[in-house]
Every structure is written in C-alpha cells, then in structure tokens.
C-alpha cells in the first residue's frame, strides 16, 4: 500500500472484500459551494451513494497524506476552513510535503482514487477547455488525467463556462469515450441540453459497466466520461444562464483573475447572482450523479 495514502476503515474493508466504492471530490466542498450547504450536501451524497449499494470515498489531502473516505468532523472542516488550497495533480508534491489541507479537483481525485483501487467516481462538473483557450490556453489538467487514469466519472456533462465544442474535441483526441446517460444531446450541468450530440449513449448502468469493463480489458487506459443530465424539475433556462456566465467572465476578465482562480471565480459569481437557484439544481444534479454512479460501481462489480 502506498505510503502517501491514508484510506477510512470502512472503504479499505469495502477494497478488500471487493464491494463497489464510489470516489468523491472535496474541492466542489471547499471552493465550490457556500458552507454550510457544502457540507449538507457532501453528507447527502455520500448517504445516497450508500442507499444505491456503494461505499463512498471523499477524497482530500492533509497531514501530509491523501485521505480516501474522510470522518464527518472531516468532512466538516474542508466546508468550513478558509483558505484550503485547491490542489490539481501539479499541487500535490508541494501540499503533501508541506502539511498543508488541500481539496481535491477531479484531476487530482482521480489519481488517488486510481492508486487507492477505486474505479468509479462521481461528481458535478469537470473542468475543460475554457472559453477563449486558443489565447489563454486554459485547458483544464482534469482533461490531461482523463486520458491517462482508468478512473469513470459522472458529471452532470460540462458546464457552459467553458467552450463545450472544444471541450468535446479534445476529449475526443485524447481518445476519451462520452457517453450521455439515457438522452443524445450531450448536457451542459445546469441545463439537460447544450446545442452538441453526444457522441455515445447508454440506457443502462449495466451498459455502462460492460463498456468500462471492455475498454480497460483492452487495455485502453483513460477514463470514461459519464454525463448525466440534470433532473427535468430543477434545469435552469440557457439563455438566462448564459448572461449570467457573460458578466462572471467579464468580471473575471476585469479583475485579472486568472491560473487556478478562474474556475472557482466564475463559479461563485455564478452562485451569487442567480440567488441559489444555480445552487439548488448543483445540488441536485450531484445526488442525481450519486445515484447514477453507484449503479455503475454495483453493476461493474458484478461483471
Ligand atoms: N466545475 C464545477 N464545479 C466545480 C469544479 C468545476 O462545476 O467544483 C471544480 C472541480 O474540482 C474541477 C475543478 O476539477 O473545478 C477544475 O478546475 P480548473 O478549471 O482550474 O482545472
Ligand atoms: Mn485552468
């Protein structure tokens, strides 16, 4: 076992005995919504991971260890603390040897989970290839790990901050299979729709559990993405959320917030001027890929 990693006694029990564990993230706690909804919601999801059939696994790094499945008091304290870096894979080095409490992004996430054994991992939004990137070149690392690390992840598709098309080119050349869960137009997070096809659909977790099965057997490495659109009752209207998404990058844009920064920045923009109702559909849309995901992680255990 790698000595680095610091894994909960009911997720090692869970690893060992061979039952479905569902990796979660910790940076969509402490940078992506406001406590203490963050931390209702983390509690939520893990619950709902374990009424699906899954063990769940939130995965942050502190004490200089990457924590697989962390304590409620945990938990607690990534919802609570300020100043928490937000750690993707070129992070990691410097936060695990300086003792520092770092959240996970999906990149960074996906990579303990692969070392810990862990297949499947859920959470809201990945990050991708940003508006503008053909000057910027903000591309997103969770792209980058997606190609390489055999970790599955759920989303609720990819959020219209970023560039979709692109987003879905790259995905595309770094051979990363899309597959829209039960619909064919790919979803973009706070809305079921988003202009572009999926390029692959499946109508059932056990579908999804043969093709994950078959591309890691064929020894396809990378990840699978797993869009999963957002509940009919809580979608937001696109055309309202796109002039949200316009002032948060001119702000962003005004301010010089740029690196790292850019996602979070535009995100709680976003979550301050709809009033909480971008809040309420993120929050539903994570439980919904809870479910999703551990159904995959169940039926992907079965094969
Ligand atoms: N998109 C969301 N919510 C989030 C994030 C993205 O809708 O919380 C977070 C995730 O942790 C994701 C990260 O991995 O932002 C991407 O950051 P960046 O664009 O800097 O790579
Ligand atoms: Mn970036």
Redesign the pocket.
């Known amino acids: 076992m790698n000595s680095l990693l610091e894994i909960h006694p009911e997720v090692k029990e869970a690893l060992t005995n061979k039952k479905p564990v569902v990796a979660l993230?910790s940076?969509?706690i402490s940078?992506?919504m406001p406590y203490p909804k963050n931390v209702e919601t983390a509690l939520a999801v893990e619950e709902v991971v374990r009424t699906n059939g899954a063990v769940p696994a939130t995965i942050a790094i502190f004490n200089g260890k990457c924590y697989v499945g962390l304590t409620n008091e945990q938990l607690e304290y990534f919802g609570k603390a300020k100043g928490v870096w937000k750690v993707?894979l070129r992070d990691m080095p410097y936060v695990i040897s300086q003792n520092i409490y770092g959240a996970t992004?999906?990149?960074a996430t996906m990579r303990i989970a692969d070392i810990a054994g862990i297949k499947i991992f859920v959470?809201?939004?990945?990050?991708g290839v940003h508006r503008g990137a053909e000057t910027s070149m903000d591309i997103?690392?969770?792209l980058t790990e997606m190609a390489q690390t055999s970790v599955a992840v759920v989303s609720a598709g990819v959020?219209s901050i970023l560039d979709i098309g692109l987003t879905l080119e790259y995905l595309e050349t770094k051979g990363i299979p899309v597959i829209t869960y039960g619909q064919d137009e790919f979803p973009s997070?706070y809305s079921r729709k988003s202009g572009f096809t999926s390029p692959l659909r499946l109508d059932t977790a056990a579908e999804i559990a043969l093709l994950l099965d078959t591309k890691w057997k064929l020894g396809l490495t990378g990840s699978v993405l797993i869009a999963n659109p957002v509940p009919a009752e809580q979608e937001m209207a696109t055309d309202e959320m796109e002039l949200h998404i316009q002032k948060a990058l001119n702000a962003a844009k005004e301010k010089n917030i740029s690196g790292?920064n850019?996602?979070p920045f535009i995100?709680q923009y976003i979550a301050e001027h709809t009033k909480g109702e971008s809040l309420e559909a993120n929050i539903a849309l994570i439980k919904h890929n809870a479910k999703v995901g551990a159904e995959i992680a169940v039926e992907y255990h079965r094969i």
Do not use: Y
Request: charged share 15%; aromatic share 4%.
């Open positions: 993230e940076t969509i940078h992506g993707s992004t999906v990149a959470t809201g939004g990945i990050g997103s690392a969770d959020k997070f790292k850019v996602t995100l």
